[in-house]
């Protein structure tokens, strides 16, 4: 399930909740990690043995589950033990349950020394733009919170946020990724940053100030794969203006290397706008605005729902809001 919101999230089918039945609420720590065992080893020996119990206690175990949730979770057969479909729910949350509880034994354990904790996953671009301002302005509100920042692809990401490896993510908005997580995220809209044509130093269009259309779709290319948010722009942009994939000669991932490649090779690529322009590529890169109808990237911040959010998460929804609307603005270039 997912919703995007720009208010503090407050999942309304949380509100309705009936309390906890009894069998649920007996339930424990170990019977979510002896799922979790069970479907990493596909093994009910192996995972008693993980676990340190005996089988008998396992498939005690198992059974108090399934007596909870009222449903079969667990299927034995002569290839080994697979979970049904009806423990995908369950499993997904008793992983995030049992990150959740480790990480408030380490926030307890450091005691007074500790001023919050955030496990936050980045894209590379972000990590290189946004994270370090945001940093600085999360210690501002909280002088003493520890940030752990982890870089991936987007369906990475959110994987780890679903289990709850993560507390957030900021990216480039793909809803099918996140929707395939099959976890109740939130969205929380930041900016929107306009996207640019760039001719390498060496390209006939180098230091051009407009050029038409057909010397920009000749080429030649550095573009992200095919499977990437940046490539779903240009492939958009170039059928919107009547014209035949681009085949680009150089594939590769990461704004930083797309730009690298342009600026020795000579090649034309496509780059945030804030990235293009900052002062380290002056002289090897140049831009091309407004040849391809190009739109704007929106950036987000993903988090699991909650009924109320921590003051962490709370100062980094509102960080994160801020610094990316000094960086990227509306969307447009100013």
Known sequence: MLRSTETEPVAADQADEPALSKAVSRLRIRHF??????????SLRRAALELGVTQPAAVALIDDLEFAFGAPLVARGRSGTTLTPAAGAVLARGRVAVHEIATAR??????????????????????STLVPDLLVRLRDVLPDIQTDVREGTLDTLVAELARGELDAV??????????????????????????????????PLFGVARAPLDQVLLGPWVLPHAVSHLRALVDSAVFEVGAAPIVPQVECRGVSNLLLIAAASGLLTVAPHYEAGRPHWRGNISLLDDIL??????????????????AELAALREQAKTVAGQLFGTGRPA
């Open 33 to 42: 990690q002896l799922l979790d065992a069970l479907d990493r080893l596909g």
């Open 106 to 127: 380490r926030l307890v354990a450091r005691g007074a020394q500790c001023g919050g904790h955030l496990r936050l996953g980045a894209s590379p671009y972000l990590i």
């Open 170 to 203: 900021l990216s480039s908005v793909d809803h099918a990724a996140v929707l395939s997580s099959g976890a109740s995220l939130d969205i929380v809209s930041l900016a929107s940053e306009h996207m640019c044509v760039v001719a390498g130093r060496g390209h």
């Open 293 to 310: 109808p190009l739109n704007a990237t929106p950036y987000v911040l993903v988090t699991r729902r909650y009924a109320a959010w921590t």
